[in-house]
Each structure stands twice: as C-alpha cells, then as structure tokens.
C-alpha cells in the first residue's frame, strides 16, 4: 500500500511527540480514509509536505511571501500524487529556492500541521494536511525567487516571534530554534544532492 509509509511514520511521530498525537491522528484518518490523499483533487484535503530551511551555519531561517496567501511562509506545497513527503519536502525546497544542496537534520519529520486554505476561484476551501522536515543548506549557492514566490529572505533565528504571524509557523520557529540551539545529537546530516 503507497500509504502505509506515511501511516508508519505518523504512528512514530504520535508516540515521539504525544502532546501533538492529536493533529497526527487526524493527519491519518484522511490517510486512511482517502486513497488518492496525495493529490489535490482529494477533498476535504490532501497531504502537503514543506521544509523549514536553516541557514548552513543555523542561524537563520528562510522563508518567502506565499503569492496566493500573501503571508510569510516555509517552503513547500502539494505531493501531486507522490507518497514520499520527504522527497516532496526536498522537490520544493529545491524548487522554491533555488539552491539543490540541502541537509536534513533527521529522516523524519519535526513538525506536523493541519490547515485550512480559503477557497479561492474555482477550488473549494480545503485543508492541507502537512508533514514538515528541518532542511540545513549548503550555503554554497545563492537564492533564486521561483514563480511561485515573490521573494525570498533569510531572518535571523531569534526573531522568529516578530516575523511570523501564526502559531503554526512560530511554533515551527520555535522547535528549529531549539534544535539548532541544541546541536542534532544523533540527527541524520547526511548531504542530499
């Protein structure tokens, strides 16, 4: 079954983070309940994976002014059909930034999150159902603005309570900073590229 990856994955996460076993619940009811739960026609929503980006020396955090949500946000979007939320995360992450050279800080997702997106012209309002992984960049290439983006702009870890305007992405902001703060002890770094 292509879902049972993602299904694995959220029963982990349920037990690692149990504060957080609610939203991971019900992340996998769609999952269960929904075969085509990666593709952007499976309402009332789908699966969306995204990166939180650290800057190489883990001070900084990239974001960019979503064009349709016209807020400050990660990288990331819909897995068109593909169960691999790791690979969709890192696609984006590439795709939206840019640069190719990532990290990620562990195999496995460090933030999950279930929002609704307004309708907007013929798509009804929806949820995204969105599994979020802490990339680390090379720092060796520079930011290139997709079409998908207006912009793109690192800020400085500590200021993650300014910048960002909802709990999801501060607490986004808050987990990343408290892992860079930390070291990844026993984090995977190996280099994707």
């Not at 912009?151 to 305007?165: E, I, K, N, T």
Request: aromatic share 6%; glycine share 6%; with cysteine.
């Amino acid at each position: 079954m292509h879902r049972q990856p993602l299904l694995e994955v959220l029963a982990d996460y349920e037990v690692r983070h149990p504060d957080e076993a609610s939203c991971a619940r019900r992340i996998r009811a769609l999952v269960m309940q929904h075969r085509n739960c990666f593709d952007r026609d499976c309402l009332p929503g789908h699966v969306t994976a995204s990166a939180w980006i650290l800057s190489h020396d883990r001070k900084r955090f990239l974001l960019t002014p979503h064009r349709k949500l016209q807020r400050w946000l990660q990288l990331g979007g819909h897995a068109d059909g593909d169960p691999d939320v790791r690979a969709v995360a890192l696609r984006e992450a590439r795709e939206e930034s840019g640069m190719q050279d990532f990290e990620f800080l562990e195999d496995v997702p460090f933030d999950l999150d279930v929002h609704l997106i307004p309708a907007r012209r013929s798509e009804p309002e929806h949820e995204h159902h969105d599994i979020r992984f802490l990339l680390v960049a090379s720092g060796a290439e520079e930011l290139k603005v997709s079409t998908e983006s207006l912009d793109l702009r690192w800020f400085d870890c500590a200021s993650h309570a300014q910048v960002l305007d909802d709990e999801s992405t501060r607490r986004l902001g808050r987990k990343a900073a408290k892992i860079a703060a930390m070291g990844v002890s026993g984090a995977d770094t190996r280099p994707i590229g």
